[in-house]
Structure formats: structure tokens, C-alpha cells
Nanobody, 127 residues
Framework: QVHLVESGGGLVQAGGSLRLSCTAS????????MAWFRQAPGKEREGVSR???????YYTASVEGRFTISRDNAKNTLYLQMNSLKPEDTAMYFC?????????????????????WGQGTQVTVSS
């Protein structure tokens, strides 16, 4: 059974930083692209970033230059380093694993491309 467990969320002031982690089990981590999504109250789920099996990254425009996605295949762990946080980054953050290839940033950040999901970790940025 596949499990994705996120951690690292919390409350931070605007301009601060957080690093999210997602530890995977029950799958061959190297075989999957991994991604971060977020959902704020009353809003639709939004793709934040994806990292391919080979390490290539995609980002939604609003986080480009502030967030960095990375993975450690030896530890079956996905990371999201979030710097210069803004109140609009407040959301529940989810990690996801997907086996489908993507051809564009739009596809990379489409939740339908992912097979497995974690339960989420809350990020709250105060102004």
C-alpha cells in the first residue's frame, strides 16, 4: 500500500521560509515523478511544482523564483523549499506521485496526472 506523508508545515510571517517534506513508502520512488499541490479554503486545488524522475522541475508562475523542489531518491523523500512566503501562499499543501509523462507545465501541474496523494500539511503565512 502506498503512503505519502507530508511534514514541515506551520505558521510563519510574511517573508519567512519553510521546508516541506514528503516521505513515500509502498512504491518504487525512483519510478515516479513527484509534485506539490495546494488548496486554500474556498479555492480549487492548484499545482505548485513538479519534479521529474530525472530531476527536471516545473513551477507555477506565482512561486517561480521563491520555491525550489527537490528529491532524495535514497531517502524516498520529496522536498519543497519555500522562501519569501506571502499570505497568499497560505493553503494545505499536498504531495503527489505520478507515473504519466508530461509534455508541458500545464500537464505537469494537472492533478489528473498523479496516482497517489498524501493527506497534506498546513502552511499559514501571516501578514
Amino acid at each position: 500500500q502506498v503512503h505519502l506523508v507530508e511534514s514541515g508545515g506551520g505558521l510563519v510571517q510574511a517573508g519567512g521560509s519553510l521546508r516541506l517534506s514528503c516521505t513515500a513508502s509502498g512504491l518504487t520512488f525512483d519510478d515516479y515523478a513527484m509534485a506539490w499541490f495546494r488548496q486554500a479554503p474556498g479555492k480549487e486545488r492548484e499545482g505548485v511544482s513538479r519534479i521529474s524522475r530525472g530531476g527536471g522541475g516545473y513551477y507555477t508562475a506565482s512561486v517561480e523564483g521563491r520555491f525550489t523542489i527537490s528529491r532524495d531518491n535514497a531517502k524516498n523523500t520529496l522536498y519543497l523549499q519555500m522562501n519569501s512566503l506571502k499570505p497568499e501562499d497560505t493553503a494545505m499543501y499536498f504531495c503527489a506521485a505520478g507515473s504519466r509523462r508530461v509534455l508541458s507545465t500545464r500537464e505537469a501541474l494537472d492533478g489528473r496526472m498523479y496516482n497517489y496523494w498524501g493527506q497534506g500539511t498546513q502552511v499559514t503565512v501571516s501578514s
